[in-house]
């Protein structure tokens, strides 16, 4: 089976803190995904990346920066914390079409 | 615009009872389509999904999907609801001239009466 483990479940952080959320897949997937998850918005992609050192932008990346250096790791970085960025994060890995998602962290920005 | 609608937010049902959650997909041409779950507080499950063939897809925890092309829509259903299937439900759809990237619904999510 298909696994997707995200660092932390839950993070409480202060205002201009720097975050890090970290992902990693043991699939040996080329593509992973950050989204951010807000009621009555849905799913929302930040970053993606299709290959080590590779990223593309979604459909909301400000505020957000991504880093991959080894194929099974996707970070997400938040440089400066806001709390307009509470929210869950949900990280995705993929071999081509099919999306396999790890269990989200609940960030909560004070 | 390539979107994905899913026209009910909410549903209720009673336990036992069978169920329909409806999705629409408005695509140049037939996308692969999925259903995922999401259980409160975790991250999304895939139910199951549909690339070509036959169009009645069969997936896990007793749900299938039937795509109809004619209406651009691919619901999911189910005979029997349990209440452990209190979540909420995403269709989504892929289509590889789209950088390879999923479009989600805006979910549906099903509460269970005893």
């Known amino acids: 089976d298909v696994k997707v483990t995200q660092s932390s479940r839950y993070l409480v952080k202060r205002t201009g803190e720097k975050v890090f959320l970290e992902c990693v897949q043991d699939?040996?997937?080329?593509?992973m995904f950050w989204y951010r998850q807000d009621p009555g918005l849905g799913l929302r992609l930040i970053y993606f990346?299709?290959?080590?050192?590779?990223?593309e932008k979604g459909d909301i990346p400000e505020g957000y920066s991504v880093s991959r250096e080894k194929k099974e790791r996707f970070s997400l970085i938040l440089e400066s914390a806001s709390t307009n960025q509470t929210s869950m994060y949900l990280c995705?890995?993929?071999?081509?079409?099919?999306?396999?998602f790890g269990p989200g962290t609940r960030l909560l920005v004070l | 615009a390539q979107s994905v609608t899913q026209p009910d937010i909410h549903i209720t049902v009673s336990e036992g009872a069978s169920l329909e959650l409806r999705c629409n997909y408005s695509?140049?041409?037939?996308?692969?389509l999925f259903w995922y779950v999401q259980s409160p507080g975790q991250g999304l499950q895939l139910l199951l999904k549909?690339?070509?063939?036959?169009?009645l897809v069969q997936g896990i925890k007793g749900f299938e999907a039937e795509f109809k092309r004619s209406q651009s829509s691919f619901n999911l259903r189910k005979p029997s609801v349990h209440w452990s299937d209190a979540a909420e439900y995403f269709c989504?759809?892929?289509?590889?001239?789209?950088?390879?990237?999923?479009?989600f619904g805006q979910g549906t999510t099903l509460q269970v009466k005893p």
């Open positions: 995705a890995s993929s071999t081509s079409e099919t999306q396999y």
């Open positions: 990346s299709y290959d080590v050192k590779m990223k």
């Open positions: 699939m040996d997937h080329e593509n």
């Open positions: 695509y140049g041409a037939t996308p692969y």
């Open positions: 989504a759809a892929f289509h590889s001239g789209n950088t390879g990237k999923l479009i």
């Open positions: 549909y690339f070509s063939g036959d169009t």
